[in-house]
């Protein structure tokens, strides 16, 4: 349920109700006294929620803050959306929450015996007013199932069900949800990496660059002398770094195109003993395609010795990441 920022300072009178044996309007007839679909003892959202109400007393509010949550009067708020942009009036409506804790996709059905019509808003928690409509639906008399791909985490939605002119009746709402922990499209049920945006065919994890070096050298007085140094297997847009850890040198190169990526500028540089040669081979963000999340970078390191180049050390660069870490 909602509590608007102003109630602290509105006055509230209390009324009276008679009781009535007439038909009542449902619980959540009202903005402000709308069904929270989270639970409330963790926030979290069920994959199914289900409820059923009758709205064939259900009203419209001129004022969305008035009566309050707990059917007082109030005021203060904005007027019911009660038109979609496709000019479809409707009324008696009800009114449900939910705030995904993750991103993901929500399928939301609404099934009753009349022309149903599902708008879907998002609201302020600060001012309790609507902020925006996601979308407002009138597709099919009697049943609407409509499926947002992709709700935010930690956004407050509401849901505005009612019947296209006026109608009411029964009324079944069912929403499914479907988590996306790193919002990458791969729903949590079916990826491998829930924390690490991936593509569905490597099952939700990035892909990993291929991309190894290719260095020679030769012995000079008190360390080695680089000759050449290229990567390949580099894609296009990928990025190459290599740097000794105390010579004070770096060069750095973009591929143009995707094969081997020639670092020259390294061509010539001494390096002492006791030193190390720093390779990295990293992929951005590309927004689409294979890459669109980046990619799992490679690192390699050798040590220089009085003989020349140690054994090759490889490991993973993390998306974004610089510190090498093991592969997986």
């Given at each position: 349920?909602?509590?608007?920022h102003?109630l ?5 009178a209390?009324?009276a109700?008679p ?6 309007p ?16 963790d926030?979290?959202?069920?994959r199914?929620?289900?409820?059923t ?5 259900a009203?419209t ?8 949550r707990?059917g ?5 708020g904005?007027?019911?959306p009660?038109?979609?942009s ?6 008696k409506t009800?009114?449900w929450?939910?705030k995904p ?5 929500v ?8 022309d149903v019509?599902?708008?879907l808003?998002?609201?302020?928690a600060r ?10 639906r009138?597709?099919a008399?009697g ?10 985490r930690g956004?407050n ?6 019947g296209?002119g006026?109608?009411?009746g029964?009324?079944s709402l069912?929403?499914?949800w479907f ?5 990458d499209g791969?729903f949590?049920?079916l990826?491998?990496c829930r924390?690490?945006q991936?593509?569905e065919?490597?099952?939700g994890?990035?892909p990993e ?6 260095i ?9 002398r680089v ?5 390949a297997?580099?894609?296009?847009g990928?990025r190459?770094?290599?740097?000794c850890?105390?010579?004070g ?5 973009r591929?143009g195109?995707t ?9 010539g540089?001494?390096v002492r003993t006791?030193?190390r040669?720093?390779?990295r081979?990293t992929q951005?963000r590309t927004?689409?395609g294979?890459?669109?999340f ?8 050798w040590p220089?010795?009085?003989t ?6 490889s490991?993973?660069l993390q ?10």
């Open positions: 349920m909602r509590l608007p102003l602290a300072s509105a006055a509230v209390l009324l109700v009781a009535s044996a007439a038909a009542a449902p619980p959540n007839d009202n903005y402000l006294a709308s069904t929270t679909v989270n639970r409330p003892e926030g979290s959202l069920t199914t929620y289900d409820d109400v009758d709205t064939s007393e009203t509010q001129p004022d969305l803050f008035d009566p309050n707990v007082q009067p109030l005021g203060g904005d007027p019911e009660t038109t979609c496709d000019g479809t009036s409707y009324g009800a009114w929450d939910f804790p993750t991103a993901g996709r399928q939301i059905t609404a099934d009753g015996g009349f019509v599902v708008a808003y998002t609201w302020s001012t309790t007013r609507i902020t925006s409509r996601v979308l407002c009138n597709d008399a049943v609407e199932d409509i499926v947002i791909p992709k709700v935010r956004t939605y509401t849901v505005q069900v009612g296209a006026a109608t009411g029964p009324l069912s929403l499914d988590p996306d922990t790193d919002a791969v949590d049920t990826d491998k924390r690490q991936g593509i065919r490597l099952g994890c990035p660059l291929r991309s190894a070096p290719r020679r050298s030769s012995g000079v007085p008190g360390g080695i000759t050449s140094l290229a990567v297997d580099v894609p296009k990928a190459a770094e290599v740097r850890g105390d010579c040198r770096k060069v750095t190169r591929a195109r094969g081997v990526l020639k670092l020259p500028g390294f061509a540089r001494t006791g030193d040669i720093e390779v081979a951005g927004g689409t294979r890459y669109r980046g990619a799992v970078g490679r690192y390699y390191r220089v010795s009085s020349g180049l140690g054994d090759r050390i490991r993973c998306p974004g990441k610089r510190r090498p870490t093991k592969c997986r």
